[in-house]
């Protein structure tokens, strides 16, 4: 037999303010930007760069614009 789990209170959703939003948006660019870095080195046949070298470069290119 399985056991049953009860389903914990449903928490409020957590509201984030614009600055935290505009933040999280940055953060999820640079991510894009390193696995698009990530994928088009391999797609040319180039040296794929590591995972802390693909994020510094598009950290620079999202935050220095």
């Known amino acids: 037999m399985k056991k049953t789990q009860k389903k914990a209170a449903e928490k409020p959703k957590r509201s984030f303010s614009p600055a935290q939003k505009a933040a999280q948006m ?37 935050y220095n614009k």
């Open 26 to 62: 940055k953060v999820k660019k640079v991510n894009l930007e390193a696995v698009k870095s990530i994928y088009e080195a391999g797609k040319a046949g180039k040296p794929m760069p590591t995972w802390g070298k693909s994020l510094k470069d598009a950290s620079k290119k999202v």
